[in-house]
């Protein structure tokens, strides 16, 4: 639950192919400890996905947790006294009790993936070469680097509409279905 400027920084000193806390440990336990994690792909996408999901995984498994505390005990209770397995409780009370929450998980995933700036910009400044520059590193180049402003509006509007797409697209799958 870090702002992205300390996790962008924290994580480029622990990956350092020189300095590295990571490539220390993986010495220490035997395996090559020269990996380039930050300075050559496919390391770089594998630092930048790591850093993502280990950043992210805190606040999803908040939210499941409260979707879980949300969902009446008294639904297991029946379930097993209608002789209901584990497996069947999770697949037919867990689950659509989740469903809003697995909706919102997904939808803010996909979304902040799709706008990720900060962890690329930070930890790999878009190395090797431009491998690792994002869609949003791309407008905020063009936007501010290159002074294209109006192009730059025109592509994060067209990004957005293509988000709104993907949202809605998301709701229609997790939509609720009448049983």
């Known amino acids: 639950m870090l702002g992205v400027a300390v996790i962008g920084l924290l994580w480029r000193f622990l990956l350092d192919a020189n300095l590295g806390f990571v490539n220390h440990l993986l010495g220490l336990v035997g395996l090559p400890s020269d990996t380039p994690w930050v300075t050559a792909t496919p390391w770089a996408w594998v630092s930048l996905v790591g850093v993502t999901v280990w950043w992210t995984c805190g606040f999803n498994a908040v939210i499941y947790?409260?979707?879980l505390q949300d969902i009446p005990a008294e639904l297991y209770e029946a379930a097993t006294v209608d002789g209901a397995t584990a497996w069947d409780r999770f697949r037919h009370v867990?689950?659509?009790g989740l469903r809003p929450v697995l909706l919102f998980v997904v939808t803010t995933?996909?979304?902040a993936s799709a706008n990720m700036f900060g962890?690329?910009?930070l930890i790999t400044q878009g190395a090797p070469g431009n491998e690792t520059r994002t869609v949003v590193s791309y407008i905020v180049e063009r936007g501010l680097a290159?002074?294209?402003a109006g192009r730059a509006a025109a592509m994060s509007i067209t990004?957005?509409?293509m988000l709104v797409?993907?949202?809605v697209a998301n709701f229609r799958i997790f939509r609720y279905q009448e049983d």
């Open 94 to 96: 867990t689950l659509p």
């Open 65 to 67: 947790l409260a979707g």
């Open 146 to 148: 290159q002074n294209d």
């Open 119 to 121: 962890q690329s910009y």
């Open 159 to 161: 990004l957005t509409l």
């Open 109 to 111: 995933t996909i979304l």
């Open 165 to 167: 797409l993907i949202s």
